[in-house]
Nanobody
């Protein structure tokens, strides 16, 4: 089955960290760039980060630069979003997506609150 499944979301205090995972199946994961996108309640989609096929090239939105990192393990068909120094404005549903936005995960909720 072709799918992406995110995990790792939850409630964290400001300044805390979370690592999201995106497990891929049913397609050649290592052939695709992977993206992370988030959507805060009542707002539109916001692109967060991207990783090239091998993970050597990564790109970030200004809003998360210096706090978030992305990585991937092509042997495990999994992408990761490491989020550090979380702020209340990072609260959102986080999605991983395959290049071209042709496949999306179900999303995982991240809530940053004291």
């Amino acid at each position: 089955q072709v799918q992406l499944v995110e995990s790792g979301g939850g409630l964290v205090q400001p300044g805390g960290s979370l690592r999201l995972s995106c497990a891929a199946s049913g397609f050649p994961f290592s052939s695709y760039w992977m993206y992370w996108v988030r959507q805060a309640s009542g707002k539109g989609l916001e692109w967060v980060a991207a990783s090239n096929h091998g993970g050597e090239k990564t790109y970030f939105a200004d809003s998360v630069k210096g706090r978030f990192t992305v990585s991937r393990d092509n042997g495990k068909n999994t992408a990761y979003l490491q989020m550090n120094d979380l702020k209340s404005e990072d609260t959102a549903v986080y999605f991983c997506a395959r290049a071209g936005y042709t496949l999306w995960g179900q999303g995982t909720q991240v809530t940053v609150s004291s």
